[in-house]
């Protein structure tokens, strides 16, 4: 009896292994303790997975737990989070004299790999095609629905980009391409695709290695990724865009609440990513989730969504 084919996309995904800083476990134990038997998971991401060593950087993980209501309770939490996944926290945690700061997002696995395969916005599947480290899977199961999970993520990316292309592409220009669209349905500063060009080239090797698995050799450094079909892409993007960076909005206002000086640090960052600010009053950084719409409505209507 045959086994299964081969994937060597699935197997280059697989074969991507970290092995962290002490710091990084630490944090991970105390996120843990925090969200007791519920955490499944942690895929790590983000600048400090790209400086490991630079303790100035703030970690950031998703974290994949089994259920929303066990992991909040039955307030408001678990409600949003399963309504707009995920749910954004922030930790301090000091060992040995080291400051160490984490924002994490929860999610439940299911709704990851749900989001990852087929998700309408890229802010998954987006976000997990670039370098990433699964760390401290509960079990061999749930290591492999991760790893899948981030295959289909980057199997929806490029199905969504190569419909862009009429020609064969170089995996930077396909990669960049595929990035700066993802990039430009979020909340970020970027304006053209010097951000997405800086992160393919930094782990170019990684994008030709994908490239070569998803499209099959290249011919004189480039890639038949138009052959991959695709009708309407253009038109989601544009969607995407329009609809992506409410969204967005909508989590960061939301996230405001789960840690102290959360609605500050949140304003902090829209503005950072649009140059919109905002004041706010005593009262509303008490009650952010009971000012958060409010507070949503002024900054969309400043020009802070797009």
């Known amino acids: 009896m045959n086994g299964p084919e081969p994937d060597a996309l699935l197997d280059l995904i697989r074969s991507e292994r970290l092995d962290p800083p002490a710091r990084v476990h630490a944090v991970m134990d105390a996120i843990r303790v925090r969200h007791p038997d519920r955490v499944l998971g942690f895929v790590y991401y983000g600048s400090s997975l790209r400086d490991l060593d630079d303790p100035e950087k703030m970690l950031d993980f998703y974290v994949l737990v089994d259920s929303y209501r066990k992991t909040h309770g039955f307030g408001w939490r678990a409600l949003t989070n399963r309504l707009i996944p995920p749910a954004v926290y922030y ?3 000091e060992e040995n004299g080291i400051l160490s700061t984490c924002k994490y ?4 696995l299911s709704e990851f790999e749900r989001r990852c395969a087929d998700g309408f916005l890229s802010q998954l599947w987006g976000r997990f095609s670039q370098p990433c480290a699964l760390l401290g899977a509960a079990d061999a199961d749930v290591e492999r629905r991760i790893g899948e999970a981030r295959a289909d993520a980057v199997r929806k ?3 969504e980009t190569s419909p862009l292309f009429d020609t064969p592409a170089s995996a930077s220009e396909f990669w960049s391409r595929a990035f700066f669209e993802s990039y430009r349905t979020e909340l970020r500063p970027e304006s053209d695709d010097g951000r997405a060009r800086e992160i393919v080239a930094r782990y170019l090797d990684r994008y030709e290695a994908v490239s070569a698995a998803l499209f099959g050799p290249a011919r004189d450094g480039l ?3 138009q052959d991959v079909s695709g009708e309407g892409s253009s038109l ?3 969607l995407r865009r329009l609809i992506g960076r409410p969204v967005a909005a909508l989590r960061v206002v939301n996230s405001a609440a789960t840690f102290d000086g959360g609605l500050d640090y949140v304003l902090r960052k829209v503005e950072r990513h649009s140059g919109v600010s905002l004041e706010v ?5 008490r009650h952010p989730v009971l000012w958060s719409p409010i507070l949503g409505w002024k900054l969309w209507r400043r020009g802070a969504f797009g």
Request: net charge negative; no cysteine.
């Open 281 to 285: 009053t005593d009262a509303q950084r």
């Open 105 to 108: 997002s929860i999610i439940s």
């Open 236 to 238: 989601r993007w544009t």
């Open 223 to 225: 890639y038949d990724v």
């Open 157 to 159: 990316l490029a199905g």
């Open 91 to 93: 930790l301090e945690h």
